[in-house]
T-cell receptor
Framework: EPEVTQTPSHQVTQMGQEVILRCVPI?????FYWYRQILGQKVEFLVS????????KSEIFDDQFSVERPDGSNFTLKIRSTKLEDSAMYFC?????????????FGQGTRLTVV | GENVEQHPSTLSVQEGDSAVIKCTYS??????FPWYKQELGKRPQLIID?????GEKKDQRIAVTLNKTAKHFSLHITETQPEDSAVYFC??????????????FGTGTRLKVLA
């Protein structure tokens, strides 16, 4: 069964450093998402991406965040200057269509620890 | 803004008993309601979903009901087993200003099935 894959599984970074989280969505999917989950809390929407542009972003997704689809297979989330409160599990997801009536498949997550 | 409330936050049941988790959503334009199961340290996995044109859906021991008027939807697990122990998240997909959808997750229910 096709899966969304994310790398790395765990990233430790110093406060103020830039990090790039990588995702390979399912190959025939067109819509891509990033969510985050702070330990013990709910999954929160960050951004959705379609046709090489952001279609929606949340309040969390401020100027420190950016997303990119550098080639036909990867989808990346960049945090320019990490803060302690960015520590969370980051999930990438993809779907064949927009969120309505279609399942979003989640990757296994990248645990980001900012120290 | 859009909101999904989920209750209870924790639920303990004896093996073989039923478990019910309830969610309410705020945006009446939402039309898709997935339920995800998340085991410790793993990705959220879709277990069942329901569309707004359906009032109930069942898949073996799992069922979901939707009351659009009241903006309630519930997950029912019958004949619970220890392997059902996990955190369960409901989600709704409010229509957002760009004309696209995103998932808003509930706060999660930690289900413990006691052997």
């Amino acid at each position: 069964e096709p899966e969304v894959t994310q790398t790395p599984s765990h990233q430790v970074t110093q406060m103020g450093q830039e990090v790039i989280l990588r995702c390979v969505p399912i190959s025939n999917h067109l819509y891509f998402y990033w969510y985050r989950q702070i330990l013990g809390q709910k999954v929160e929407f960050l951004v959705s991406f379609y046709n090489n542009e952001i279609s929606e972003k949340s309040e969390i997704f401020d100027d420190q965040f950016s997303v990119e689809r550098p080639d036909g297979s990867n989808f990346t989330l960049k945090i320019r200057s990490t803060k302690l409160e960015d520590s969370a599990m980051y999930f990438c997801a993809s779907s064949t269509r927009q969120g309505d009536w279609t399942e979003a498949f989640f990757g296994q997550g990248t645990r980001l620890t900012v120290v | 803004g859009e909101n999904v409330e989920q209750h209870p936050s924790t639920l303990s049941v004896q093996e073989g008993d039923s478990a019910v988790i309830k969610c309410t959503y705020s945006d009446s334009a939402s039309n898709y309601f997935p339920w995800y199961k998340q085991e410790l340290g793993k990705r959220p996995q879709l277990i069942i979903d329901i569309r707004s044109n359906v009032g109930e859906k069942k898949d073996q021991r799992i069922a979901v009901t939707l009351n659009k008027t009241a903006k309630h939807f519930s997950l029912h697990i019958t004949e619970t087993q220890p392997e059902d122990s996990a955190v369960y998240f409901c989600a709704a997909n409010p229509l957002i200003t760009s004309g696209t959808y995103k998932y808003i997750f509930g706060t999660g229910t930690r289900l413990k099935v006691l052997a």
